[in-house]
């Protein structure tokens, strides 16, 4: 498999316009993560999905924020409009759960940076 | 509620040298899942091992292992025999059985000297 696969890998925008991240889920795996990543806050669970439900979207900082699974090998996290304190990276992860072994762990995605001017 | 503490934002360790990662959780569940993460300069982020509350072996893997401590609630990883490949932030993190979420303490970054 090749793992979680996430576009684009940076991304540099201004202030205001729309930005699309995407990410594919490793096959088979039926519940995918979408993590913020920033020194100040450290890694923020934003939203996840089982079987492309979403389940808990807490952490989603604000309305600006949105994210789809519209099938079980994509998702999206969109953020419009966006703000120069969205600048961050955001990585994608997916697993099987629920039981709790070594084989159901989170797997990453490589990340997309976002830089937001 | 689940939370993880890593206490040291920065360690250095000689190259060769053994070196432990401090990791305290706090859950009320019996069920729960302790995992190692390694986040190089690159920026992905690495499974290392994995803990289960009720296994009764510490985890090994490779170099890593895990000193599990279960009354203490710590969960500190160690790495044999330092590489200067080791050299990257290192989270600690857990998952309690009834719920499906991570939760990540703030890392640990390491340095491995010469």
């Known amino acids: 498999d090749a793992g979680v696969i996430q576009s684009p890998r940076h991304e540099v925008t201004e202030m205001g316009q729309e930005v699309t991240l995407r990410c594919k889920p490793i096959s088979g795996h039926d519940y995918l993560f979408w993590y913020r990543q920033t020194m100040m806050r450290g890694l923020e669970l934003l939203i996840y999905?089982?079987?492309?439900?979403?389940?808990?979207d807490s952490g989603m900082p604000e309305d600006r924020f949105s994210a789809k699974m519209p099938n079980a090998s994509f998702s999206t996290l969109k953020i419009q409009p966006s703000e120069p304190r969205d600048s961050a990276v955001y990585f994608c992860a997916s697993s099987l759960l629920p039981m709790l072994s070594g084989a159901n762990v989170l797997t990453f995605g490589a990340g997309s940076r976002l830089t937001v001017l | 509620a689940q939370k993880i503490t890593q206490t040291q934002p920065g360690m250095f360790v000689q190259e060769k040298e053994a070196v432990t990662l401090d990791c305290t959780y706090d859950t009320s569940d019996q069920s729960y899942g302790l995992f190692w993460y390694k986040q190089p300069s690159s920026g992905e982020m690495i499974f290392l091992i994995y803990q289960g509350s009720y296994d009764e072996q510490n985890a090994t893997e490779g170099r890593y292992s895990l000193n599990f401590q279960k009354a203490r609630k710590s969960a500190n990883l160690v790495i044999s025999a330092s590489q200067l490949g080791d050299s990257a932030m290192y989270f600690c993190?857990?998952?309690?059985?009834?719920?499906?979420?991570?939760?990540f303490g703030s890392g640990t970054k390491l340095n491995v000297k010469p």
């Open positions: 999905f089982n079987n492309n439900v979403p389940i808990d």
């Open positions: 993190a857990m998952r309690a059985y009834n719920f499906n979420k991570f939760y």
